[in-house]
């Protein structure tokens, strides 16, 4: 990420504050990020009854807000955001990535990441991808990053995955999450993490009684490209796997080279979903099996649902999924044209378009969202990990290629750990996580209340509170043993009101 | 999805009138590979005891006076190891059933292979990627409360991989809101209020959760720790069972609880270890009988271990890794007083590979008639998929 003159003159101060300040608790990457991100000077309070629209475009976009983004939203208007999300590239990310890029094994080769231990480059990937969404302005981009993440789920209990995801991540995810769905899909069936996870480097030509290995191909049928309703048969997914015979992983001097190995590949002619693939053409055989598999007409309608159930709600318009997926074949399987689409659709802009709008936020959101709207100062270590190991959503750990569940049932079970983790984080009990409450606070001074606790709930929710929710809140104040301690009836207990918010339903959808 | 706050409000004031509560599956796992031919020795076999000149178990038979050291008798044909005593009450009064040569049919002999395999309810080859009681938590009739499967330890284990709502914990006080208990309270009350409001299937999960850990500080308040009479074991067993007895007398809605107890890989001087495992296992599931009380009527406890153990004990007095082991399964509701065995014998020419007892039970067939009878999931062909489960009479 290229610095500008200024920013560079910043970042020298500051390391120079670092350095000199002997960088106590708060690390100096952090110090660093915090001088080179803008600041908001003050806050304006959602003062609606209804969530306000900036607030639900940056609930729908990706993980909410940081305090002073719904004030940018606002001033820019949420067209102008949506398309400066959309081009990505263009957004200045480097105070994010002085956080989130400082780890050494997510920038390493194949071979050289077996350098460090499993746990290093399980932890690594996972406070790279925790910084990243707490931190990066780039959130359209991060939400996609984590919709291909569970699209192609990759395991890290799998042999040698807990190397190789970090590589998947780089080089398969990442360069491709906003692209093109051919070369997402080709850079994924070559991946040594999907190579392991689903077996391809072990599929070779039948011989006696043992056929190829169906896995990978059966997967990329039904969960990557067609799903499962999508209209091929076990006919088609074993000639798949004759396709895919022979695509292997250096073992031993190159560890994790991918290779493709002649002598173990079926030269055989090939009949995959009506279409013929001649005998003899090797390795080429895996160009002519993707581009069947993308173009056949499931493709682009099941990827479009999904999306659209991402960022529409539970029961997403058919007519909306079929001009999705039109926008997808129109641009030649571009996945931003489609992404477009839908963010320009009335049922994405218009919460009374459709009514089951509001979606259960998963563990991950919750936490990131979380961490966003205190303005966490946070190193994404282990603590956040085990907190989300505990609510059963730990990024890269769904043990089938299917991906975590998108629904809420399975994940109504965590709330308790929501709310005990909502407590733990406004009262600063997270190691390597810091809140400053009474800092963010002081951002809306001009526009406070009388009403502290409201005003603490106002800025998570993104609307005023109801009247329920105001009762709720007032029961906090009204505890007599605090009362008594502090001598004030209406004290205002900033963490406790902070963490109720997040603990509070509405704050558990999105 | 569509409850009314009406009916979220009734759920909740409903509290201690709740249904019927669900049966309880305890899977407890003997991790290393417990020997089960001196756990339930088959005392009536001559080559038992010629295979294992120094570690066999002496025959019931009143030749040695010390009964500390000689089987108990079974059924004329097997025993339970001296130590196991605790579990003799329970075997008499038919609540405890004895699986024997039973296991998968994994042979690599491999610890980490033939756990994972059992833990996902697997066959050699064909290993499912989620866990059989993931798959079983995703399959029974009725969706569970927040609290349905829980795990005594720090990880999550390989048979509940795949169900999001299972928790990992080392003490069920982690089930409660983490604040001093003034301001404890007065957030209870902040939550209750909230997710009354909120309705819907999110607000009766929240009411639901608000609910258990009530029920948690009620048992805790009102009796203590555990039932008198109920005295676990020190140790890792112990302190695990007695953690799970406070979650099904709470009555949270608790259908899956894992446990484990490991050390069983007696490859060097077995006897000195092997007598206090045996021990702490006995007398943990006998002290969590008699802590249950009237909900021992609707637990089940299903121990099992990924291999059995080779028959000739080796030059450094221990045991190598075997194939057949055994399982023990209590409760209620267990058609136990029997060892169920279709015994293939432990005669050199009975065995297996290097001389390991033969595999004649699946142990699917033991966990799949529980899960189907005991836990009333119809499903039980998708909890243990590519097995015909045949049942065994078990329960």
Redesign the interface.
């Known amino acids: 990420m290229p610095l500008d003159r200024r920013q560079l003159v910043t970042l020298g101060a500051a390391a120079g504050t670092a350095l000199a300040s002997g960088c106590s608790d708060a690390p100096a990457w952090n110090l660093l990020a915090r001088r080179l991100e803008s600041r908001p000077a003050d806050v304006r309070l959602p003062r609606g009854d209804a969530v306000e629209p900036a607030a639900r475009l940056l609930n729908r976009l990706g993980c909410g807000w940081r305090p002073g983004e719904l004030d940018e939203v606002r001033a820019k208007g949420i067209d102008a955001h949506i398309e400066e999300q959309l081009a990505y590239e263009a957004i200045d990310d480097a105070p994010c990535s002085i956080r989130a890029a400082r780890f050494e094994t997510i920038e390493s080769s194949p071979g050289d990441i077996f350098e460090y231990r499993k746990q290093v480059v399980e932890r690594e990937l996972f406070q790279h991808t925790m910084l990243r969404a707490v931190y990066s302005r780039r959130q359209l981009y991060e939400t996609m990053v984590r919709f291909w993440t569970d699209h192609f789920n990759i395991?890290l209990g799998k042999g040698d995955c807990a190397w190789f995801k970090t590589v998947d991540d780089r080089a398969v995810i990442r360069p491709h999450a906003m692209g093109n769905f051919g070369d997402l899909l080709r850079a994924s069936a070559l991946s040594p993490a999907m190579l392991v996870y689903l077996d391809g480097k072990d599929n070779q030509e039948a011989s006696g009684a043992d056929g190829p290995n169906e896995n990978y191909a059966r997967e990329l049928l039904e969960l990557h490209a067609l799903g499962v309703h999508g209209g091929y048969t076990q006919r088609d997914v074993m000639e798949a796997a004759r396709c895919l015979t022979g695509w292997t992983i250096d073992a031993s001097w190159f560890r994790g080279r991918v290779a493709f190995r002649g002598d173990r590949h079926d030269g055989g002619e090939k009949r995959v979903l009506g279409q013929v693939i001649p005998a003899g053409l090797g390795d080429a055989d895996l160009d002519r099996l993707l581009d069947i598999v993308i173009r056949h007409p499931a493709t682009p309608r099941y990827i479009a649902a999904k999306l659209c159930r991402k960022f529409v709600g539970d029961a997403p318009p058919p007519e909306l999924i079929e001009r999705a997926a039109e926008s997808f074949r129109a641009s030649d399987y571009a996945i931003r044209p489609m992404v477009r689409t839908i963010l320009a659709s009335d049922a994405f802009r218009d919460p009374r378009a459709s009514p089951s709008h509001q979606r259960?936020k998963r563990p991950f959101r919750f936490v990131a969202s979380a961490l966003r709207a205190l303005d966490a100062d946070t190193d994404g270590g282990d603590r956040l990990r085990e907190w989300l190991?505990?609510m059963?959503?730990a990024p890269f750990n769904?043990?089938?290629?299917d991906g975590?569940?998108d629904e809420?049932?399975?994940?109504?079970?965590?709330?308790?750990?929501r709310?005990?983790f909502a407590?733990?984080l406004a009262s600063n009990g997270i190691p390597g996580t810091r809140v400053d409450l009474a800092g963010v606070a002081r951002l809306w001074r001009a526009d406070a209340s009388s009403d502290p606790s409201g005003d603490w709930a106002a800025h998570v929710l993104g609307r005023r509170m109801?009247p329920?929710?105001a009762?709720?809140?007032r029961?906090?104040a009204?505890?007599p043993?605090?009362s008594a301690d502090r001598g004030a009836t209406h004290d205002h207990d900033a963490p406790?009101a902070a963490?109720?918010a997040l603990?509070?339903?509405?704050f558990?959808?999105y | 999805m569509g409850m009314t706050r009406r009916r979220a409000l009734r759920l909740w004031m409903a509290g201690s009138e709740r249904p019927e509560p669900r049966g309880v599956l305890v899977n407890l796992f003997l991790r290393g590979g417990a020997d089960g031919l001196n756990l339930v020795p088959p005392h009536a076999e001559d080559a038992y005891y010629s295979a294992r000149p120094s570690l066999a178990i002496a025959r019931p038979d009143g030749r040695s006076d010390d009964r500390s050291k000689t089987a108990i008798d079974l059924d004329g044909f097997f025993g339970l190891h001296p130590a196991l005593r605790p579990l003799k009450p329970l075997y008499d009064g038919g609540q405890l059933a004895i699986v024997h040569a039973v296991g998968s049919d994994d042979r690599t002999r491999s610890h980490f292979e033939a756990q994972d395999l059992m833990e996902r309810g697997g066959a050699a080859g064909r290993n499912p990627?989620?866990?059989w009681l993931a798959r079983h938590l995703r399959t029974r009739a009725e969706?569970?409360?927040?609290?349905?499967a829980v795990a005594i330890g720090e990880?999550?284990p390989e048979s509940l991989?795949?169900?999001?709502?299972?928790?990992?914990v080392r003490r069920v006080d982690a089930?409660s809101?983490?604040?001093p208990p003034?301001?404890r309270a007065?957030?209870d009350?902040?939550?209750h209020?909230?997710?009354e409001?909120?309705g819907g299937?999110?607000?009766a999960?929240?009411l639901q959760?608000l609910e258990s850990?009530a029920a948690m500080n009620r048992l805790d308040a009102s009796e203590g720790e555990s039932h008198s009479g109920a005295a676990y074991p020190e140790g890792e067993l112990g302190d695990a069972l007695r953690q799970v007895a406070r979650l099904i007398r709470a009555r949270v809605g608790l259908e899956i609880a894992c446990v484990e107890l490991g050390g069983w890989d007696t490859h060097f001087v077995q006897a000195t270890l092997f007598g206090s495992l045996a021990g702490a296992l006995a007398q943990g599931l006998a002290a969590f009988a008699a802590d249950l009380a009237s909900d021992w009527n609707r637990t089940t406890i299903a121990a099992m271990t990924e291999f059995g153990r080779r028959v000739r004990e080796n030059v450094s007095l221990g045991t190598d890794h075997g194939r057949a082991g055994v399982m023990f399964v209590l409760g209620g509701g267990v058609r136990g007083g029997r060892v169920i065995a279709d015994w293939p014998g432990v005669a050199a020419d009975r065995l297996e590979g290097p001389g390991d007892v033969r595999v004649t039970t699946d142990y699917r067939d033991v966990l799949g008639e529980i899960v189907a009878v005991r836990l009333g999931n119809e499903r039980v062909a998708e909890v243990f998929p590519g097995h015909t489960v045949r049942p065994i009479g078990i329960v």
């Open positions: 395991s259960l190991q505990r059963g959503h769904y043990p089938t290629p975590y569940p809420p049932g399975p994940w109504l079970g965590s709330l308790l750990w709310w005990n407590i733990e109801a329920d929710e009762e709720a809140m029961l906090l009204a505890n043993s605090q406790l963490a109720l603990a509070s339903p509405a558990q959808k | 990627g989620s866990g969706s569970g409360t927040p609290l349905a990880t999550i991989r795949g169900a999001p709502g299972a928790s990992a089930f809101i983490q604040l003034d301001r007065t957030f009350r902040a939550l209020r909230l997710y409001a909120e299937q999110l607000g999960a929240g959760v850990v």
